[in-house]
């Protein structure tokens, strides 16, 4: 595994390995930064094993340390950027390059779980939707990277469209997510997992676990122009269908797709724009709520945008359902932290642990 060392996901696939009595040897990408060699060797010590590159989250000097990584990477002259304050959502551009320049610098190899140039493209949130987009799968209709407030309004104009999602483009777990409207008297509101706050002569944003409701148009224009500057885009706002159990609530649905089939699966049931589950939203029993044609409908949505990644053995998939559509919201190649949610009987990291033949299993802990 390439990853963080103290990492939940790390955590959980190690747990899994070590319940079939296998076990696994972890580079951490802080220590790959300073030593790319360590890549080839961890590769070449372990020549049959399966590889996985895990999610960088969760550290936050390993963030900045990439942060630096893409702004340099980008010819970034005078001072680096300064050092992020708690939760603080900035310089996304400058992480995602860092990121994948790292990715671009691991050995080209066929035993990657997913491969660097797949969770390159994934974490490109407008790129992968344009991918997907052009290998027929349904998804919400993009209206495109935005440069700012005026250029959402213009394209909201040119579209015809009054409700969108405007969207970091380099982000996961909701950052930078906001749900927009405008109404013909006038009228906007934003609401999202951003804390907007003063400081320091300007705007800083921050991820938050509440969200916020914004109706101030001042306001939502400094926001927007903030998201914009670090990259995003806006796609057309899809209504989520109704949760059976909740007449208040609306639902999407994250389903884990291993080898191109739809494994694990939960509806993310909300009463408000996001359904994210770390924002407190709730969990809903999917298997229930589907007959027998929306669930062939769900596999089939899972099978088509899967091919669109076909080396990519594990991909979350963020979609709704409704009336036998389906639009997919987004893939994500470290979509499987889902603690306690099983399949036939196993987890996402239960499955991906026995995809390692215990023959192969490498023997060497780090």
Not at 21 to 31: E, F, K, Q, R, S
Not at 334 to 357: E, K
């Amino acid at each position: 595994m390439f990853g963080p060392r103290d990492s939940r996901r790390v955590r959980g696939l190690l747990q899994a390995l070590q319940a079939q009595g296998l076990d696994a040897a972890l580079v951490d990408y802080a220590d790959l930064l300073l030593r790319p060699e360590l890549a080839c060797e961890a590769l070449a010590a372990h020549p049959q094993a399966l590889v996985k590159l895990e999610s960088p989250g969760e550290d936050p000097a390993l963030h900045a340390a990439l942060i630096e990584r893409g702004w340099r990477r980008l010819g970034g002259h005078g001072d680096a950027p300064a050092p992020l304050r708690y939760g603080e959502l900035a310089h996304q551009q400058h992480w995602y390059a860092g990121f994948a320049d790292l990715l671009a610098g691991l050995p080209d190899a066929s035993r990657y779980l997913n491969p660097p140039a797949d969770i390159a493209a994934m974490s490109d949130k407008l790129a992968c939707q344009q991918r997907l987009i052009a290998a027929g799968v349904d998804a919400p209709p993009l209206l495109g990277a935005i440069e700012g407030y005026q250029d959402l309004r213009r394209r909201l104009r040119d579209t015809g469209c009054d409700r969108v999602f405007v969207k970091a483009r380099y982000g996961s777990s909701g950052a930078g997510v906001l749900a927009y409207r405008r109404h013909r008297d006038g009228r906007e509101v934003a609401y999202g997992s951003i804390e907007a706050v003063d400081e320091d002569g300007g705007l800083r944003l921050y991820n938050s676990l509440r969200p916020r409701r914004y109706a101030d148009g001042l306001l939502i224009a400094r926001l927007i122009d903030a998201l914009a500057a670090q990259g995003a885009y806006a796609e057309r706002w899809i209504a989520k269908p109704r949760a059976p159990d909740d007449a208040g609530a609306h639902y999407d649905l994250r389903v884990l797709a291993l080898d191109g089939r739809a494994r694990q699966r939960v509806a993310r049931v909300s009463r408000s724009p996001l359904t994210n589950l770390h924002l407190g939203n709730r969990r809903g029993a999917v298997e229930d709520w589907l007959d027998a044609a929306q669930t062939q409908a769900l596999q089939t949505a899972v099978e088509r945008a899967a091919a669109a990644f076909p080396r990519s053995r594990s991909i979350g998939f963020d979609l709704i359902l409704r009336e036998r559509r389906s639009w997919v919201l987004e893939a994500n190649a470290f979509g499987d932290l889902l603690p306690q949610l099983r399949w036939q009987g196993r987890d996402a990291y239960q499955d991906q642990a026995a995809l390692t033949p215990a023959a192969h299993a490498p023997r060497a802990a780090a």
